[in-house]
C-alpha cells in the first residue's frame, strides 16, 4: 500500500506522543526529528520536508499546546493541517468552458500512463453525465491509437483520429468534429517522448496554440519520485500546466512525489491513479490522504466507493437483516462479493480508521479466495447456513471435507462471519446516530 512505511513510523511517533500528560519543547523536537526522518526516507523532497517542519514547530512549540490538556493531539491536528496544506488543501474541480467543448490537452513523458489515463478520465466523466470524445493525436506510435480505440470502444466513447495528419491538424479537426456532434468535452491524448526534448515541447505548444485548452493535465507516474517532480516543474515552466494526475499510485510504496509535488511545482494534483482498470481513478482530496497517513482513516472515501458500487435497495435490505439478526452465512457471501468489486481489500480496509498497515499485510480476496469461501458455504445444509451456531466440530470436519478445504479455513470463515455480524451492527447504530452508514460489513 502506498505510504505504508512513512504512515506506520508516523504513528508509531504520535502513539508515543499521546501518551504523555504533558509535553516539553524537547519532547516536540524530538518526534519533529523522528518525522522529518521519516519523510525524507518517503522520497520527499527535502526543501518541502524541511518547510513543513518548521510550520509545525513553530505551532507546536506554542503555549497553546504546551499548556494543553491533550498535548499530544494538538501536534497530531497540526501535523494533519500542514500535511494537507502540503498537498494543496482542498479537492481542485476540472474546469469547464464557457462555450463547449471543453478542451483537457493531456500530456507526459512514454509509459507514464497517459493514454490509459485518457480512457479512465473519459470514463469518469461520462459518469457525471458528460459526453467525452478522445482523440488520438499520436501520430508516431500506431499501438498507440490503437490503444485508446480499444478503451474508446470499452466505454462507448467515440475515438477520433486521422493518422495522416500532423498533430495539430488532427486536435483542431477533432474540436470541430465534437462541436458538430454535441460532445463538450475533447480529451486530447498526445505523444510521449522518453525524455523531455525541444520537439515534444513544441508539439505540445502548437495544439494549445490551435485549440486553446481550458486544462492542461500533465500525467506523471508516481513511482518515479523526484524524478516526477523535476519533469512537472519542467513541463510548468515549459507550457504552464493547469493541474497534475498521479498515476501507479496503488506501485508506489513511498510517496514522495505525491507529498512533494504541489508544493515545489505551485501545480494542484486534480487525481490520482491507481490500476490498469477503467475505473481506476479518484479525485485527489488533500485533506482525505493526510488523514490516511495518519491512520485517522478515510471514510468518505469508503462511503463514496460504496455509494458507486453497492445496490442501495440491496443496502437498506442487509440493514434490516441485521438489525433483526436475520444475517447469514448467504448474505456474507453476497457481501463479500460487492465488497470485492469495490476493489483490492487492503485499499478498501486502509480506509478504516485505527487499523495499522501491518494489520492489513495478507489481506487479499481474489477471486480464488473468493472461490474456496463460495465451495464451504455450499458444503453447508440450508440449516447451517441459516444458524451458523449449529455447527460444531463434527459438521466443521464434514463441511471441510465436502469443500476440499482445512478444517481451518472452515473456522476462520465462521470466525470472520462472527466478527462481521458485531461489527455491522455497531456500525447501525453509528448510522442511528446521524453518521451515514456504511452499507456494508
Ligand atoms: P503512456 O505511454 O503514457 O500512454 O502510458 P500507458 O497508458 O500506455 O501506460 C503504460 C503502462 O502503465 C501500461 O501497462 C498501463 O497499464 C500502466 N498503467 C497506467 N496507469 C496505471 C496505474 O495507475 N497503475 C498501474 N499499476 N499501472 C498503470
Not at 500506431?142 to 500532423?166: C, I, M, N, Y
Not at 496554440?209 to 500525467?219: C, G, H, M, Q, R
Not at 479466495?369 to 460444531?392: L, V
Amino acid at each position: 500500500m502506498v505510504f505504508s512505511a512513512l504512515s506506520e513510523k508516523l504513528q508509531d511517533t504520535f502513539r508515543r506522543l499521546r501518551g504523555k500528560g504533558k509535553l516539553t519543547e524537547k519532547d516536540v523536537d524530538e518526534a519533529l526529528r523522528e518525522v522529518k526522518l521519516a519523510l525524507l526516507e518517503a522520497d520527499v523532497n527535502f526543501r518541502v520536508v524541511r518547510n513543513f517542519i518548521n510550520r509545525v514547530r513553530e505551532r507546536a512549540v506554542g503555549q497553546e499546546v504546551i499548556n494543553s490538556l491533550t498535548p499530544g493531539q494538538m501536534v497530531i491536528k497540526i501535523v494533519h493541517q500542514e500535511l494537507t496544506g502540503m498537498m494543496g488543501a482542498k479537492a481542485e474541480k476540472l474546469k469547464t468552458s464557457d462555450r463547449p467543448p471543453s478542451v483537457y490537452l493531456l500530456a507526459g513523458l512514454q509509459g507514464a500512463g497517459k493514454t490509459t489515463t485518457a480512457g479512465k478520465l473519459a470514463g469518469y466523466l461520462q459518469k457525471q453525465g458528460r459526453r467525452p470524445l478522445l482523440v488520438a493525436a499520436d501520430v508516431y506510435r500506431p499501438a498507440a491509437v490503437k490503444q485508446l480505440e480499444v478503451l474508446g470502444a470499452q466505454l462507448s466513447v467515440p475515438v477520433f483520429s486521422d493518422p495522416g495528419r500532423d498533430p495539430v491538424a488532427i486536435a483542431a479537426a477533432a474540436v470541430e468534429k465534437a462541436r458538430q456532434t454535441q460532445r463538450d468535452v475533447v480529451l486530447i491524448d498526445t505523444a510521449g517522448r522518453l525524455h523531455i526534448d525541444e520537439e515534444l515541447m513544441g508539439e505540445l505548444a502548437a495544439i494549445k496554440a490551435a485549440v486553446n485548452p481550458v486544462e492542461i493535465l500533465l500525467v506523471v507516474d508516481a513511482m518515479t519520485g523526484q524524478d516526477a517532480v523535476n519533469v512537472a516543474q519542467n513541463f510548468n515552466e515549459q507550457l504552464g500546466l493547469t493541474g497534475l494526475i498521479l498515476t501507479k499510485l496503488d506501485s508506489d510504496t513511498r510517496g514522495g512525489a505525491a507529498l512533494s509535488i504541489r508544493e515545489i511545482t505551485g501545480c494542484p494534483i486534480k487525481f490520482v491513479g491507481s490500476g490498469e482498470k477503467l475505473d481506476g481513478i479518484e479525485v485527489f482530496h488533500p485533506e482525505r490522504l493526510a488523514s490516511r497517513i495518519l491512520g485517522m482513516g478515510d471514510v468518505l472515501t469508503l462511503i463514496e466507493k460504496a455509494e458507486a458500487t453497492v445496490e442501495a435497495e440491496q443496502a437498506k435490505a442487509l440493514m434490516k437483516k441485521i438489525q433483526k439478526d436475520e444475517f447469514t452465512l448467504e448474505d456474507f457471501l453476497d457481501q463479500m462479493r460487492q465488497v470485492q468489486k469495490m476493489g483490492p481489500l487492503d485499499q478498501i480496509l486502509g480506509m478504516l480508521p485505527g487499523l495499522k498497515p501491518k494489520q492489513l499485510q495478507g489481506f487479499v480476496l481474489d477471486e480464488k479466495s473468493m472461490k474456496h469461501i463460495e465451495a464451504i458455504i455450499q458444503s453447508m445444509t440450508p440449516q447451517e447456513r441459516r444458524t451458523p451456531q449449529i455447527i460444531n466440530a463434527s459438521r466443521r470436519r464434514r463441511i471441510a471435507q465436502g469443500s476440499g478445504r482445512p478444517v481451518q479455513e472452515v473456522n476462520r470463515l465462521l470466525n470472520q462471519f462472527e466478527q462481521s455480524k458485531k461489527m455491522m451492527k455497531q456500525l447501525g447504530k453509528i448510522g442511528k446516530g446521524g453518521l451515514p452508514r456504511l452499507p456494508f460489513w
